[in-house]
């Protein structure tokens, strides 16, 4: 399996622009797959840098309904007309982030993309393909990202906590590994791993995406309860690659506990695996 890291805060190097987004470009056997758009158009210019024709893309999956994940659909449409598109049911839904008390800031995607008749709009789990999955989350037995607080969904006429319903994550299966793939894991990264455990029976070979340590620049969590995922994770024996919602700081918390089995993702990284 080759992934291609098209948008995320950071870079590889000059070579590469960045934005507060992710996009991760994924080439199996059989399939050419796009895991999120970023915030706009930078996934196309990136992936024009990285040999990647977005034209052959077979499949674009939106992880839930945020900009950073999703503000590159309107560029998309234009540059593949062939696609299938799937997207949770209610990521079109208003949604808001908290910029203080008395001010808050539209973070959903552009709703008048909702028609094109190449989105499927997915409800719960799904099969695409045998080797190709979609899932959402019941599991909820461990707390979600704390920076979840500030935001927020437009429901009955009013602003209430994002339930993040909208939110579904990636299975693939290659060559007896499975790889596990996150947009921001606001459900929390542990609910999200231990669901795919009780859809899989065994635990992912492979985990890779936004982990949603950050919040506004800085830290979300505790380091406590950075420690505590952190041993959490050595205990599944996965390998894990983040970026993006972790965080700089998040990931150097996850990096002093976990050593070598997690690793940052720029843009313009590239996974073989």
């Known amino acids: ?49 990285l040999d990647v024709d977005i034209r052959d893309v077979d499949y674009l999956i939106i992880s839930h309904g945020h900009y950073d994940h999703g503000g590159g659909l309107g560029t998309f449409l234009k540059a593949n007309n062939k696609a299938k598109i799937y997207i949770k049911e209610g990521a079109f839904d208003e949604f808001f982030s908290m910029k203080n008390d008395e001010e808050v800031e539209y973070i959903g995607l552009d709703r008048k993309l909702k028609d094109s008749k190449q989105i499927s709009f997915t409800r719960a789990n799904l099969d695409i393909e045998p080797s190709i999955k979609l899932f959402t ?25 994002d339930k993040f319903e909208h939110e579904q994550n990636l299975i693939i299966e290659e060559d007896g590994k499975t790889f596990l793939i996150t947009g921001c894991a606001h459900n929390g990264l542990i609910n999200i ?10 635990m992912p070979d492979y985990v890779i995406g936004g982990f949603h340590l ?12 950075i420690e505590k995922m952190s ?12 970026g993006h919602c972790t965080g700089e700081d998040g990931y150097k918390e996850l990096k002093k506990i976990m050593a070598n089995n997690i690793e940052y993702i720029a843009c313009g990284s590239q996974i073989i695996i």
């Open 231 to 242: 041993k959490y994770l050595l205990d599944t024996n996965s390998k894990y690659y983040t």
């Open 137 to 161: 989350n019941e599991y909820h037995k461990y707390p979600r990202p704390l920076s979840n607080k500030t935001l927020l969904a437009y429901e009955n006429n009013q602003l209430v906590e």
């Open 214 to 225: 950050s919040s506004s620049g800085g830290l979300g969590e505790s380091k406590e309860n």
């Open 1 to 49: 399996m080759l992934i291609k890291v098209l948008a995320e805060n950071t870079s590889l190097s000059d070579k590469f622009d960045n934005e507060h987004g992710l996009s991760l470009y994924i080439e199996t056997g059989k399939h050419k797959i796009l895991f999120d758009t970023g915030a706009s158009d930078l996934f196309y210019r990136n992936a024009k840098k």
């Open 193 to 202: 791993i231990e669901q795919f455990y009780l859809l899989e029976g065994k």
